[in-house]
């Protein structure tokens, strides 16, 4: 459905910089995938997305969608693919049928056909009430319904969805995504979403690929991904007092001999390591310190997030980014390389 | 995104029936201009006191300054025999000037949202997006035109049937110029509403001062007569007045025929090449 080669977008800023948006992307999307494209931003998602659909063309490299070529065939691509961009697509002073129907017009269905698909649409993504209300005039959620009704008039093969539920709170967010997945399973779509919420991607998509500056750094499932590179972790603490420290290096080398265990890091009187298997690993850790004569006072499995796996990759968090003040005291960012794997799984 | 600039005849030609059962039969060039004109023109149909609000300057000048004018000017005879059949044609293409050189505002709102990046990714050619949002201008313009021609016949302002119709035809095409010019300046500027506004502005005054229309140019110095052959807005107010004097053809009127399609050619030219490019 997508296949690109060296893809690369480079921004002319100024006289003496320029920006490396996309990077000698390769990218193969078969039919009927759901993938999410996660990083930070300015990692380069929207710009592939734009060269993807048209909207811009790449400096180099090559990029087939849909059958055509997007800077040699603009128009074929155009015909074949949903898009729904980080703006609001309906016009603020048009109504949201109007909209609608003239969607399916200009994708060369007949009148009747789009009023019916408009009215179709409306209805499954909760719009009909609306239908006759200004654009300007509803809420962000509604909004972006409608956005993503827009997208889906002429049941195109293949979707894409610029941050679809940025802005919105977390009903509307699930709300949106309910429909989204199931328009999918009864239009058989592909989609492709580029998203920086970490659990959007992680619950949503069936493939992930993880950007930053403008070059893949990791394409897998969701699962595979934490698994291999950042896996499952344990915590383990003793009670405080004078015998803590003790306790603690004798702790560790319980930690240590789980299956799999390794990065074993003692800190005052807390231990945490990562290991195979979490949940089974504290069943066992629980047993071992039992049977050596060890006090616990808590013991957490936790398993890993796709913050972990760009942690990893990247040295740094996703979600400190995600952080717009920059002078955000997070406790958590001043650790420097300290494993924050928990702060996910609480 | 060259094939798609050129109109119908490629489109048909170089796009032979799709291979894949997404892309449905298109229609012609004409068609998806006409579909955006009336995407453009339903707000306008819908909420019609915009088109009453845009009366009020109009009217305004000819209740507070066509008085003065025929106070001061109407018995020297450079404005003919009667004022209000010099001022209202003037006053005709200045609500074209002001109501289309503002229209890029709406497509800016546009580039803002989202809206016009959603419809740059539809099958809509950027050709027709671009013309049918021009084309649409006429229709706004010749109804508020309509309307204060109406309001000026009980004083005494003479109707002449063919002339007044070419005048309100000569009023579109202006609009259709005007129109296509302010989108190219939206898009030239992109999202810096402040610019689109500074050069708009800029542009306006000089325009509506050096075309004639509230005071005539035969008094002013030597260089601004001269200034004025260079602005197409004078060379329609001219012809404007003719027409509405009922003079249906005459070289004056030829001369803002001219000047219109002129601005239209250059304006629509111009909108689509920065519709193509309008987001590389």
Same mark, same amino acid.
């Given at each position: 459905?997508?296949?690109?080669?060296?893809?690369?977008?480079?921004?002319?800023?100024?006289?003496?910089?320029?920006?490396?948006?996309?990077?000698?992307?390769?990218?193969?999307?078969?039919?009927?995938?759901?993938?999410?494209?996660?990083?930070?931003?300015?990692?380069?998602?929207?710009?592939?997305?734009?060269?993807?659909?048209?909207?811009?063309?790449?400096?180099?490299?090559?990029?087939?969608?849909?059958? &055509?070529?997007?800077?040699?065939?603009?128009?074929?691509?155009?015909?074949?693919?949903?898009?729904?961009?980080?703006?609001?697509?309906?016009?603020?002073?048009?109504?949201?049928?109007?909209?609608?129907?003239?969607?399916?017009?200009?994708?060369?269905?007949?009148?009747?056909?789009?009023?019916?698909?408009?009215?179709?649409?409306?209805?499954?993504?909760?719009?009909?009430? @609306?239908?006759?209300?200004?654009?300007?005039?509803?809420?962000?959620?509604?909004?972006?319904?409608?956005? #993503?009704?827009?997208?889906?008039? &002429?049941?195109?093969?293949?979707?894409?969805?610029?941050?679809? %539920?940025?802005? @919105?709170?977390?009903?509307?967010?699930?709300?949106?995504?309910?429909?989204?997945?199931?328009?999918?399973?009864?239009?058989?779509?592909?989609?492709?979403?580029?998203?920086?919420?970490?659990?959007?991607?992680?619950?949503?998509?069936?493939?992930?690929?993880?950007?930053?500056?403008?070059?893949?750094?990791?394409?897998?499932?969701?699962?595979?991904?934490?698994?291999?590179?950042?896996?499952?972790?344990?915590?383990?603490?003793?009670?405080?007092?004078?015998?803590?420290?003790?306790?603690? %290096?004798?702790?560790?080398?319980?930690?240590?001999?789980?299956?799999?265990?390794?990065?074993?890091?003692?800190?005052? &009187?807390?231990?945490?390591?990562?290991?195979?298997?979490?949940?089974?690993?504290?069943?066992?850790?629980?047993?071992?310190?039992?049977?050596?004569? @060890?006090?616990?006072?808590?013991?957490?499995?936790?398993?890993?997030?796709?913050?972990?796996?760009?942690?990893?990759?990247?040295?740094?968090?996703?979600?400190?980014?995600? #952080?717009?003040?920059?002078?955000?005291?997070?406790?958590?960012?001043?650790?420097?390389?300290?494993?924050?794997?928990?702060?996910?799984?609480? | 995104?060259?094939?798609?600039?050129?109109?119908?005849?490629?489109?048909?030609? #170089?796009?032979?029936?799709?291979?894949?059962?997404?892309?449905?039969?298109?229609? %012609?060039?004409?068609?998806?201009?006409?579909?955006?004109?009336?995407?453009?023109?339903?707000?306008?149909?819908?909420?019609?006191?915009?088109?009453?609000?845009?009366?009020?300057?109009?009217?305004?000048?000819?209740?507070?300054?066509?008085? @003065?004018?025929?106070?001061?000017?109407?018995?020297?005879?450079?404005?003919?025999?009667?004022?209000?059949?010099?001022?209202?044609?003037?006053?005709?293409?200045?609500?074209?000037?002001?109501? %289309?050189?503002?229209?890029?505002?709406?497509?800016?709102?546009?580039?803002?949202?989202?809206?016009?990046?959603?419809?740059?990714?539809?099958?809509?050619?950027?050709?027709?997006?671009?013309?049918?949002?021009?084309?649409?201008?006429?229709?706004?313009?010749?109804?508020?035109?309509?309307?204060?021609?109406?309001?000026?016949?009980?004083?005494?302002?003479?109707? &002449?049937?063919?002339?007044?119709?070419?005048?309100?035809?000569?009023?579109?095409?202006?609009?259709?110029?005007?129109?296509?010019?302010?989108?190219?300046?939206?898009?030239?500027?992109?999202?810096?509403?402040?610019?689109?506004?500074?050069?708009?502005?800029?542009?306006?005054?000089?325009?509506?001062?050096?075309?004639?229309?509230?005071?005539?140019?035969?008094?002013?110095?030597?260089?601004?007569?001269?200034?004025?052959?260079?602005?197409?807005?004078?060379?329609?107010?001219?012809?404007?007045?003719?027409?509405?004097?009922?003079?249906?053809?005459?070289?004056?009127?030829?001369?803002?025929?001219?000047?219109?399609?002129?601005?239209?050619?250059?304006?629509?030219?111009?909108?689509?090449?920065?519709?193509?490019?309008?987001?590389?």
């Amino acid at each position: 459905m997508i296949r690109t080669r060296q893809l690369t977008k480079t921004f002319e800023v100024s006289r003496t910089e320029t920006v490396h948006a996309v990077r000698d992307l390769d990218l193969d999307i078969a039919p009927g995938e759901l993938v999410a494209v996660l990083g930070p931003n300015g990692a380069g998602k929207t710009t592939t997305l734009r060269m993807l659909t048209t909207l811009i063309r790449p400096t180099a490299g090559s990029a087939t969608v849909a059958g &055509h070529d997007v800077t040699t065939h603009p128009a074929q691509v155009r015909r074949s693919i949903g898009y729904v961009g980080q703006g609001n697509g309906a016009g603020h002073t048009q109504r949201v049928l109007d909209e609608l129907v003239t969607q399916g017009v200009v994708y060369g269905l007949p009148r009747r056909t789009a009023r019916d698909r408009a009215h179709e649409l409306a209805d499954s993504l909760h719009l009909t009430d @609306l239908a006759r209300r200004k654009v300007s005039d509803l809420s962000g959620g509604q909004r972006r319904r409608l956005d #993503v009704a827009l997208g889906l008039v &002429h049941a195109p093969r293949l979707l894409f969805l610029d941050e679809p %539920s940025t802005g @919105l709170d977390p009903h509307s967010r699930a709300n949106l995504w309910e429909h989204i997945l199931r328009l999918r399973r009864e239009h058989g779509m592909t989609l492709v979403l580029t998203t920086h919420y970490l659990d959007e991607a992680d619950q949503m998509a069936e493939r992930v690929v993880v950007v930053d500056h403008g070059r893949i750094i990791a394409d897998d499932t969701a699962d595979a991904l934490k698994r291999d590179l950042a896996g499952d972790r344990v915590h383990a603490e003793v009670p405080p007092g004078p015998q803590a420290a003790a306790d603690a %290096s004798r702790l560790a080398e319980v930690v240590g001999r789980l299956p799999g265990a390794r990065e074993v890091q003692v800190e005052g &009187h807390t231990v945490q390591a990562r290991v195979t298997d979490g949940p089974a690993g504290v069943v066992e850790l629980v047993r071992a310190a039992t049977a050596g004569g @060890l006090d616990l006072a808590r013991v957490q499995a936790v398993q890993p997030t796709l913050d972990d796996v760009f942690l990893e990759l990247t040295g740094r968090s996703l979600r400190e980014q995600a #952080v717009t003040d920059p002078l955000t005291t997070d406790p958590l960012t001043t650790q420097g390389d300290a494993p924050v794997a928990g702060k996910d799984a609480a | 995104m060259t094939a798609e600039t050129t109109p119908v005849a490629t489109r048909r030609g #170089v796009m032979p029936e799709p291979t894949t059962p997404d892309a449905p039969d298109r229609r %012609s060039w004409f068609a998806d201009t006409w579909t955006v004109m009336v995407r453009e023109l339903r707000p306008v149909a819908r909420e019609p006191f915009n088109l009453v609000f845009g009366l009020v300057q109009p009217l305004v000048f000819l209740g507070l300054f066509g008085p @003065l004018l025929a106070g001061s000017l109407g018995d020297t005879g450079v404005l003919g025999p009667d004022v209000w059949q010099w001022f209202v044609p003037a006053i005709l293409v200045m609500l074209t000037l002001f109501g %289309s050189s503002t229209t890029g505002a709406n497509l800016q709102l546009e580039m803002q949202t989202g809206a016009h990046e959603r419809l740059l990714v539809t099958p809509l050619p950027r050709s027709s997006q671009l013309v049918g949002r021009s084309l649409k201008e006429m229709v706004p313009i010749v109804a508020q035109a309509v309307v204060i021609v109406l309001v000026m016949l009980p004083f005494g302002f003479a109707l &002449h049937g063919t002339g007044a119709v070419l005048g309100l035809l000569l009023l579109g095409v202006l609009g259709v110029g005007l129109g296509s010019l302010s989108y190219t300046l939206a898009l030239a500027v992109r999202s810096q509403e402040w610019m689109f506004w500074a050069v708009q502005q800029t542009v306006l005054f000089p325009a509506m001062i050096l075309s004639g229309m509230l005071l005539p140019l035969e008094n002013g110095p030597g260089w601004m007569q001269v200034a004025a052959r260079a602005n197409p807005v004078a060379y329609v107010v001219d012809a404007e007045r003719a027409l509405f004097a009922g003079e249906v053809w005459s070289s004056t009127v030829a001369w803002g025929w001219v000047a219109a399609l002129l601005t239209a050619a250059v304006g629509l030219a111009a909108g689509v090449r920065a519709i193509s490019r309008s987001t590389d």
